[in-house]
């Protein structure tokens, strides 16, 4: 349909696309008919997904028109002076549905800009809810930003009024108006509700994240209930839960619904968020979000100073962000001449070393237990760290900076690097003795032997295990052996034992077994340790002596006459 440029701005159903003039009859038919009815949206609880109560919207029933919105009237009901009744016929309504509406349960009331240079409004809304039977204590005003341009000495008057009836207020449609801050400061509010522009848009765009991520940061500092608009996912519900909000209300949670949807909605299973696939990070964040941000700032600031090693956070462009005294302590550089400043100056002479950690981490790569030696500089010697890197990622998923875990293990290393040399010299006593070095049990099972072991037989240690080592033990001398490890001496005194043992040479050696008893608590032997030795030119050299005794003693000097 053509525009015509000269007639009054029409009145637009959007849903029809209709032109319809509204006339001053028009509306105070509508007013005594009825048409004005009030719609309900609820508010829930972001973490539980609980119905906390419902903002009223009025919706104009048009006999002709069908619905409309409150856009295309709220603005002449302000232009032509009808906008205080048509407030109190909508909330008169919506009091009549008020059976319906448990407590706790809440009910907001918009308030046009106008009305706030009314004095007698707070005295027409306590009339209605005495009418309708409903506690003040319930009723929350709802105030948009810009209503509070220009005469804010009146509004700040209305507002205290109404608080002191024992309503509450909100504030409408945050951060969209001039001098909230302001506000937010001089009127009693117990309620802001981010704007839906900022919620539509914070899965997509990082500067409205930070707007209402700061909103929610401010209402929380400021003891304030925080309402987010315009919730449409599940993606956005979450990020607003993560953020900390307290409330929230949109198509997610419910449309703007007559009367007779309530029971519907408020029996509704919650819409609980956050407990789906990949969130349960969020879920367990969203516990400790109850907390205040000044109280979760203490509470980290406590967890940095406490922890037994060197932290901080690091931001994109490299700069310290936070950290703790360990970590300052370690740079030989005070806390406050970290804060702000980037690792490049604060320790130049370091910084070519940790640059590709922290660039790396800042891709998103999680770096852990990696070791590092920080050479001497000046009177400090050489160290060794023990570095983490961990990218920081906020709710959208970007890396924003990276937390960085320092441990100094210089100490650690220096005593790691003794043991291996004592192990070093133990074992290379062990191995370059001439000697078989072992270890047994009473029952005569070897558990090791010393590689001299190997050379001599040809076979390997693991042979030698349990029982093995006597296979190659001559077949008389193995009970000899079992007997004299499986005795019980009350000394620690050691057994001795000759045997013969075939080499790998194929011939029988004598050895000489020599084992010292190690004992448990009860005193009974738990392992021998010894050694073998080669005693073979001993024996020789013995058995040639008797052979050579023997031989005189039977000889012909020594024959009776
Ligand atoms: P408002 O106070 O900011 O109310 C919220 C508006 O956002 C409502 O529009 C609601 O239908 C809409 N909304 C709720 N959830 C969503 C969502 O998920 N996505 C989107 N895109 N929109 C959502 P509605 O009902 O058209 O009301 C528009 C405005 O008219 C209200 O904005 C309020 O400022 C004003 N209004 C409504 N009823 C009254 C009233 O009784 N008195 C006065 N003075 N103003 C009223
Ligand atoms: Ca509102
Ligand atoms: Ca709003």
Known sequence: MPKDPDSPEPHTNPASNERAPISPADVKRALEAGEFVPYFQPLVKLR?????????????QHPTLGLIMPNDFIPLAERDGWIGALTTEILLRALACAHMIPA????????????????DLPQQILAVLTAGRFSAERLVIEITESALVGNVDHARAIARRFKAMGCRLALDDFGTGYSSLRHLQSMPFDKIKVDRTFVASMTRRRDSRKIAATVVGLGQSLDLITVAEGIETTEQAEMLLWLGCDLGQGYLYGLPSPPEELPNIIAAPPIRIGTGENTSWKTAVSSYLDTQPAQRLAHLQAVYDGAPVGLAFIDRNLRYVNLNRRLADMNSISVENHIGRPVAEVIPALFPLFEPLLLRALEGEVITGLEMKIPASGIKPEQTRLLSYHPAIDEAGEVVGVSLACVDITDRKRVQEELRQSEEHYRNMVEFNPQVLWIMNPRGENIDMSSRWERITGLTKEYALGHGWLEIVHPSDTQPILDALASQPHNAAPVLVDFRLRHNDGHWHWMRLRGVPHFNRDGKIVHWYGSIGDINDLKLTEEALRADARAHSTGPGNLPS
């Open 48 to 60: 539980t997904g609980q119905v906390a109560g419902f903002e009223i919207l009025a919706r104009w």
């Open 104 to 119: 706790p349960l809440t009910l907001a009331l918009n308030v046009s800009a106008l009305q706030l240079r009314d004095p």
